[in-house]
């Protein structure tokens, strides 16, 4: 329990540094939030009361505590590039959107590299192993936005059997079918270039595993190279894969950004560049915030994963 | 839909590298507006038969701005999206003249320095709010009393409801030109209890807003209670804008029938689809929006004419037109469409590079170095189009530096006077008097090259004064010359050509248009506007 309180402080004292160092990041760039609020025919007077209006003359650390101490009440603040829109309810309809993306992805790339690794690993060396590790590898070795147009022209505009781009992308729990079908695509995109990733960590601890002597035992007790492979070697040969995928939410956050933009999705991404690009402060602020408590927790449910797949790491 | 494997393989290769510079920052504006769906490739004719009713369009958009305040400035992606939610008092026609719209008529008196706009009976906005003189005069108050904004309609000196139906609008001076800005943003009427809101828009259009989602889509649906609904408008159910910052995303995503048009389709797929019999293009048919160097004519060295006229002689402008814009737009010399009958050879300098090395030496002689920096946004076609310029002013003997920008964010110092140079593309009214506070002394900040000069001045007021045609094209003959011999601005090429809307076949009604009292619309307007009321889904 105590070192659950001490992660928790931990993963605080992170996301308040990365807001912290994002906040004056976001103040340094070029551009000026106050213009983009009253817009291009601005007289510079209006822009000053602009300025104003925003706290943008204030000191960098009176600003900084202003946003945190509005954060900690649920205040966001308003979008400068949309005026009348909260930061929040932009937030709170992407977050769903990327959350799904990212999840989507995970699982299919765990769908695929986990039984090509089971089956690498049986045989290391043979055909079927280097040809699983070449393509994956070539996948790996793609852009994801190389990987997410060819896929596009084939899947979508060749052959037509999934949107290009995400139209009119429903929530999960109003058209389960239709969302999965909108985000198939992006998600296919993303997952295929962890793919290797996983493959190769698994297949290794696999083949590590295969050598110890509760598996020569197992095999000795005439059990099938099925069972030991997926009952007895899968579950300790996971630690280190299961330790990737928490790593590579941050990895899959910033590929997300690509995708979103690539197949016109209105995730936490394409907000993000979106709210950059205008220097719409409040927006790039919340979706920092959002983003590091995402890549925060993940790893907190991976440390937490430790816990339940061996039980060592709980002594 | 438009499949056709062989040219696409070319457009997938070709937006690698475009997707990695570009990740969401909104496409470059390499073009401008005209002409309809004839090119010089294959007619794509309308569909047959009558327009019928029913079904739902997406349509791919670059950008869906910034929000819907018509109090504050509607950046191209808010006027795309208000659209087919709006009906502005005036409308252009297909001879560039302005004609009644919302409003049943507008009349001045014999000075011009009085408007009467008379409006139609029993119409009424999305909410129910009845259209007369009392709402017209609290939008048309509120605009003029936008810091931002307000500015279009400096010489209104009074808004009056004079009964029901009728408006009175008193000026400070006469202004002939006045129904042409009626035709733009001072021109839309929003219900008068949500002036000044942005995230909804209640107008009078033949589409309602259904939900907005910002920075992704926008859905609105049909106006039962349209006020041209006798007329059996609007043919649609609903309308989906769906945005796709990035031209091949859109492009990919009406090949695979996502989309059923788009906007903003580019020089090089324009040329690609008017060879195509199987998708329609629609170019823009009126205004003149140009690419133009501002020069900063109050600060050293661009406020030496010598160096002005140097950096325009430098700059080879055809060559521009066919590297960036596919030969489809033409070099420019004036703010004035060249098919305009204000628009005269005023004599501006023709590319000459000698004569502009000529220039740079005698003036480094005389005073020292000629350094600049060019400001331009960091979208593709801006950049391209700023590296092609430096290129002729280094050889020209011009220090030059290009400072990229994120789009927008060059704005801040040019209203400041903090620049010496900046790249964009502006103007595109379709009368040369929508652009007079950018050239007026009076302009302020807003008169960004600094240039103040009695004669544009007097030219410029001359312009708005009469609608004799005569006078006017004297005035603008005026402003042109001024124009041509100060150079306060570097013309590049009118873009009108390059700003189109790509449709399927089965899409019908994106132009031409038609204006209440029967006649025919302009086509593509304003970048790439159309009247959505018109547009329908053959079966």
Known sequence: MRNVGRLVLRLAFVVFVVSLLSFWLLDAAPGDPATARVGVNATPEVVAEARAELGLDDPFLVRYARWAGDVLH??????YRTPGTTTWSLLATALPNTVLLLVYAQILALAIAVPLAVTAARRPGSRWDRTTSAVAFGFFALPT?????????????RWGLLPAVATDLPGVFEDPVENVRQLALPSLTLGLTLVAVYLRLLRSDLISTLQQDYILLARARGLSDRRILWRHALRPSSMTLLTAVGLNTGALIGGAVIIEVLFAINGMGRLT????FASDYPVVQGAVLLFSLAFVLANFVVDVLYVAIDPRVRR | MARNGARWWRHVAALLPLVLVTAGCGGGSDG???????AAGVTVAQPPGKPVAGGELTYGIRSDGTGFDTTSPLLPGSQEVVGPMNDPLVAIDENNDWAPNLAAGLAPNSDFTEWTITLRPDVRFHDGAPVDAAAVVANLDAFRASPSVGYALAPVKSVTAVDELTVSVAMSAPWAAFPYYLSGQPGYLVSPGTIGTNDDFVGVGPFVLDRWVPGDSVRMVRNDDYWRGDEGFPYLDAITMKVIPEQEGRRQAFAAGDIQAYSNPGSSTILDFLADPKVRVDRSSG?????????????PPLDDVRVRRALVKAVNRKIVVESLRSGLTEPADSFIDPTSEFSIDAGYPDYDPKGAADLIAEYEKAVGPVELTLLATNTDGMRDTAEVLATFWKEAGVDVKIKEVAPGAQISPVINDDFDAVLWAQFGGVDPDNDYVFFHSSGGALNWSNLESTELDEGLDLGRSTDDPKIRAEGYAMVQRVLAEEVPMIWIDHLAPVQAVVSAPSIGGIVPGTLPDGSTRLGLTNGAQFSWEDVWIAR
């Open chain 1, 273 to 276: 560049v979106n709210a950059v």
């Open chain 1, 145 to 157: 936005f190389v990987l997410g147009v060819y896929l596009s022209y084939f899947l979508a505009v």
């Open chain 2, 32 to 38: 401008g507006g005209g002409s309809d769906g004839t």
């Open chain 2, 287 to 299: 205004g003149s929006l140009e690419m133009v160097v501002t020069l900063n004519t109050a600060k």
């Open chain 1, 74 to 79: 649920g205040d966001l603040g308003e979008s």
